[in-house]
């Protein structure tokens, strides 16, 4: 028997209901930036509302049994969600990680998860996503009661933002003019703008990503921050809503999380800063005749990044 309580929402994990904070932004005085901290979320980030939703929906669907292994390819995140959440209601989870998961990540997720597998061989396309997925591929062959959460294509994973970050960013602003959201997996951006849409037609929702992905059509480069973009096009992302995108570089990222900690003294994420540094380029120079709502997700929080963004030696690899 599983441990699941019975309640059919996020509330019994503690997910969700994040704060929202108001940031005034140098040189953009008709911007109103509003920010959803998902770091606040019970292990750390975003990834949290995913992880419960979708065992949840496994789990009363009879999709698994107590003795299924779960398995998924992480970059950080959602393996730390992942874990913990299998670990709460009884499930073993094993996790595929690679060589550019921050250490900090990399130890939680030692501490959690049943087993671990690291891929330190880089892909086609310079990452590691692909070659972390053939790895998955194998385990399932080799484990037949298994069950790969594939967050890139799983419908769970983009109802699981539908149902309930979407719900709460609708429900707290009547009038939206922007939202920009990072893409990685694409379940958030995916759930997101499908409720955005639904509720506040008129809102222009952002997609923010970063050189070297190919979710947009970029050329596949080597890539050091996680969290954000992608060296394969998530499948789940074609029923997204987007009207732009924008793309910016690991050193605009960079800055933009060390200049964020140094005017507001707030340790951000590597997605969190590229989304601050393409709210930056996609307004600059843009004229309006009254203040602009603008919603953005920091996904996780800044501390997991202290040994890479926040540390000069590492920076040095992308600037």
């Not at 929402?9 to 005034?24: L, R, S, V």
């Not at 790895?135 to 294509?153: D, F, G, M, R, T």
Request: positive net charge; hydrophobic residues 35%.
């Amino acid at each position: 028997m599983l441990n699941y309580a019975l309640k059919d929402d996020a509330e019994a994990d503690n997910t969700g209901n994040t704060p929202i904070i108001q940031i005034k932004l140098k040189g953009l005085d008709l911007v109103n930036l509003y920010i959803k901290l998902e770091g606040e979320n019970p292990t750390g980030s975003i990834k949290d509302r995913a992880a419960s939703f979708i065992l949840r929906k496994i789990v009363s669907n009879r999709e698994i049994n107590k003795n299924t292994i779960i398995l998924e390819s992480s970059s950080g995140n959602f393996g730390i969600s992942l874990s913990e959440f299998c670990k709460k209601i009884g499930l073993k989870f094993y996790c595929v990680i690679d060589k550019n998961i921050s250490p900090e990540n990399e130890e939680i997720i030692h501490k959690s998860a049943g087993k671990v597998f690291k891929i330190s061989e880089a892909d086609e396309n310079g990452g590691y996503l692909l070659n972390r997925i053939r790895k998955i591929k194998e385990l399932q062959k080799k484990i037949p009661n298994s069950y790969w959460v594939n967050q890139y294509a799983n419908p769970y994973n983009a109802a699981a933002y539908y149902e309930t970050l979407g719900n709460e960013i609708c429900s707290s602003f009547r009038n939206i003019d922007y939202v920009f959201i990072g893409v990685s997996s694409g379940g958030t951006i995916t759930g997101v703008s499908q409720k955005i849409k639904l509720l506040q037609p008129k809102a222009k929702v952002i997609a923010v990503d970063i050189s070297g992905s190919v979710i947009f059509g970029g050329v596949a480069k080597k890539r050091y921050i996680p969290g954000i973009g992608s060296s394969m096009v998530p499948s789940i992302i074609e029923k997204a809503k987007i009207d732009d995108v924008v793309t910016v570089s690991e050193k605009d990222t960079v800055n933009a999380c060390r200049d964020f900690l140094k005017t507001y003294n707030h340790l951000i994420g590597g997605s969190s800063g590229s989304v601050i540094a393409a709210i930056y380029k996609y307004f600059n120079g843009k004229q309006f005749e009254r203040a602009q709502t603008v919603i953005t997700v920091f996904p996780d929080r800044g501390e997991r990044y202290i040994s890479t963004i926040y540390n000069d030696e590492w920076c040095k690899k992308i600037i």
